[in-house]
């Protein structure tokens, strides 16, 4: 039987992924900005939650108690002489420093979860951090090629999600762990995580539970926003910008203001995605984990599945997809393990994970090319946006006041 | 210490003229069909394996020169051919049935980018489930691991035979293919195809079967390249292909994306600057301060930062820039 947490666990990422398809969505199916790079900005919020909000944590925490810093030099891996001040090595290199790490993190959690202020001021920074994190990302990223055609955008945005996150997050240690595992905070007060450990079913963790509400607002409001974004002028430039740029251009708009604009919003909206992952699904953090297979390629093939431009659809499609990747994983390695041993190779705990990852990624590829080939509009296909020209609205307001006066 | 040695050089020859061969590739398929081959990677690891399968199956039962011609001579071949149709599938079975169904750039464009998965997870399953005879499984094996690679002596240092043959190839398929493009009747098709696809048409020329050969052609390339790259490789991993992809695209955007001989230059700037750049800094670094300091594993950011550079300063490339009026002002200036 399937047990509680896995299923609210399960429903927390889904919710995740559906965040991440609707920040597509206004990027690719709106504004026909080709975003093969969601990725990087799901790992930018992960980022913010794990690297970034520890060492802003270390210097909040230290400024309230001094002692702390002084309590950590006694601790095995840090071994500072008694004149030097370990402070600016242990924010700037030793924080991702795993041995570090590991016995720092739950030390602050612990700090952080006894004070309700204190968690309030970190969970705020985290927020902020991420959003300001994706926003200037999407801004930098884009900028390079965002006066050029889309498939340039396209290229660009690959590149450098591959690049920082592959071998930059992934290889520089210091930053964010490197080829390391780093632990994210759980900036949740105490008494919060105690009185909902009462309510809640046995064997449901708090954080869990508390990740998923986030994770459910977060989705709802992304969705109002977009849909409102979807049915606002602002959303009917976007249409025509993917559409013809040449005739929006023509009409006195400045196609690369638009495009960054929307980047900013649509990455920032992600990397909110990645901050809800790490907190309720997965709070060890490492940057190879956030694979472009993942994070960027599932998250197009629902958009594409679901239906471009229509933000239901392709809320439709991720829970689809979803859905389906889980059947596979499950499917997948006993279908795979029968026929290999028929065959007669060996069978053993990595192939069985390797073939998992594999059968997801190939049939979710033939999922894109059938659906691009089939019904290239989705299940459900993009409707016209529901706004009035702002005159006909005026003239109808106007109408109203007369009629009500 | 010298800031560049020898080996270091040939090296960075041959990675520059492997990626020049690549984004030669991508470039062809770019100009005819208009879309960005995100697969072109993994389309080369496809020659990597193949390479490396030939190897394996010859690797007991073939001895002595035997193994070395099938090394160096029919491994390329058969890599860019295999290669070469794997490309040509792609394009007929799903590109143009695609392209003529209305599918915009951006959809072609995902659709290269769902192939590149595909394949490359097919490739590692493949990779993973068949046993090999040198060591385990294939996906632990490595060409260098067989130790059939012939060393040349050069200036005292032993330099692979694979990375003399990558500048050597790259230099006689330049020659060949200008001269293909400007004296033979189909080459000039091509060209025509390129420049005007409906004049092309009208005046009789089966323009989809000029595309379709581009697609070959750049298959095969990428398949040859692919083939003599897998020397290099610590083990075949078809992951590689996922960062290899962004300097093959760093190469054709500093070549423009719309000349053949810039994506060659292009490709030839970008894959030597990504060896020798690191060195040259490492070296200089030490001979400054004493010390060392390892940035070789961040190569790839040449590519990165090539990319920045060039669609910042001229998104047209190499070939967008007009050199008789850059010489002509330098030229007066001085």
């Known amino acids: 039987m399937v047990e509680l947490p896995i299923i609210f666990m399960e429903l927390a990422n889904m919710l995740i992924f559906i965040i991440v398809v609707l920040a597509l969505n206004l990027m ?19 980022f913010a939650v794990a690297g970034l909000s520890v060492r802003f944590a270390i210097i909040l925490v230290n400024i309230l108690n001094p002692d702390f810093i002084e309590m950590m030099r006694v ?57 300001a994190l994706g926003a200037t990302l999407g801004l930098i990223v884009s900028f390079t090629a965002v006066r050029l055609r889309e498939d340039y955008l396209a290229i660009v945005l690959l590149a450098f999600s591959e690049m920082l996150v592959q071998v930059f997050f992934a290889q520089v240690d210091w930053v964010a762990g490197g080829r390391y595992n780093t632990w994210a905070l759980t900036p949740w007060p105490q008494k919060l995580s105690q009185s909902l450990g009462n309510l809640l079913p046995s064997g449901v963790k708090p954080e869990l539970f508390i990740g998923l509400i986030v994770a459910i607002i977060l989705a709802i409001t992304t969705l109002i926003y977009t849909e409102r974004i979807a049915n606002s002028p602002m959303g009917r430039v976007l249409r025509a910008m993917r559409d013809d740029d040449l005739a929006l ?12 604009k929307v980047m900013m919003v649509g990455s920032s909206i992600a990397a909110l995605a990645g901050v809800v992952y790490v907190l309720s699904v997965q709070p060890v953090v490492k940057a190879t984990d956030y694979t472009r297979a993942t994070w960027t390629f599932i998250p197009w093939a629902m958009m594409i599945l679901g239906g471009i431009a229509n933000n239901w659809g392709v809320i439709i499609g991720a829970v689809i997809v979803y859905i389906g990747r889980k059947l ?69 307001i106007e109408k109203f006041r007369g009629s009500s006066s | ?54 190897l ?114 790259a230099v006689i398929l330049t020659i060949s293919l200008h001269l293909y493009m400007t004296r033979t009747k189909f080459g000039i098709a091509m060209r025509a195809s390129i420049e005007n696809p409906q004049l092309a048409k009208a005046l009789g020329i089966n323009v989809d079967l000029v595309y379709a050969i581009s697609w070959f052609l750049s298959g095969s390339l990428a398949g040859l390249a692919g083939s003599l790259l897998a020397f290099e490789f610590p083990g075949i991993n078809p992951a590689v292909a996922y960062l290899y992809i962004v300097s093959i695209f760093a190469g054709s955007i500093l070549g423009g994306l719309s000349s053949m001989y810039g994506a060659l230059a292009g490709g030839l700037v970008v894959g030597v600057s990504e060896v020798l750049i690191p060195v040259m800094i490492q070296n200089i670094y030490y001979t400054i301060t004493g010390s060392v300091i390892d940035i070789i594993r961040y190569q790839k950011f040449i590519s990165l930062l090539i990319i920045i550079i060039v669609l910042l300063v001229a998104p047209q490339g190499l070939a967008g820039v007009s050199w008789r009026n850059l010489l002509a002002r330098v030229v007066r200036v001085g």
């Open chain 1, 28 to 46: 690719a199916g709106y504004a026909g900005i080709p975003n093969l790079g969601m990725a990087l900005f799901v790992y930018i919020g992960a």
């Open chain 1, 75 to 131: 601790t095995p891996p840090y071994k500072y002489a008694v004149g030097e001040s370990p402070i600016l090595d242990i924010i700037l290199f030793k924080v991702t420093d795993p041995a570090v790490n590991r016995h720092l993190v739950p030390e602050l959690n612990s700090i952080i979860g006894d004070s309700i202020p204190l968690s309030i001021m970190i969970l705020t920074f985290i927020l902020a951090s991420a959003i």
């Open chain 1, 249 to 260: 251009t023509s009409y006195g708009r400045d196609i690369a203001k638009i495009r960054l």
């Open chain 1, 328 to 396: 596979i994983e499950i499917l997948a390695p006993p279908a795979f393990t029968t026929i290999l041993s028929f065959i007669g190779v060996e069978v053993t705990g990595t192939t069985i994970d390797i073939v998992k990852a594999v059968t997801v990624n190939i049939l979710v590829g033939v999922v894109i090319i059938l659906v691009l080939y089939l019904k290239p509009e989705g299940i459900v296909p993009e409707k016209p946006s529901k706004t009035l020209p702002r005159k006909t609205l005026n003239s109808l």
């Open chain 2, 1 to 54: 210490m010298p800031i560049l040695s020898i080996d270091f050089l040939i090296n960075g020859l041959a990675s520059g003229a492997a990626l020049a061969l690549l984004c030669l590739g991508l470039t062809l398929t770019y100009m005819t069909t208009k879309v960005p081959n995100f697969a072109h990677a993994t389309i080369a690891v496809v020659g990597a394996i193949v390479t490396l399968l030939l």
């Open chain 2, 56 to 169: 394996d199956w010859v690797y007991i039962g073939l001895r002595g020169g035997a193994v070395y011609y099938t090394l160096y001579i029919v491994a390329p071949i058969l890599s860019a051919l295999i290669a070469g149709l794997l490309a040509l599938t792609i394009y007929i079975a799903i590109l143009r049935p695609l392209s003529k169904k209305g599918i915009g750039i951006i959809g072609l464009m995902i659709a290269t980018f769902a192939l590149d998965i595909i394949i490359n997870n097919i490739l590692t399953l493949i990779l993973h489930l068949t046993p090999s005879k040198y060591i385990g499984k294939l996906i632990d094996a490595s060409v260098k691991g067989y130790g059939v690679q012939v060393y040349i002596p050069i200036l005292d240092v032993n330099i692979y035979l694979s990375r003399l043959l990558l500048p050597i190839i």
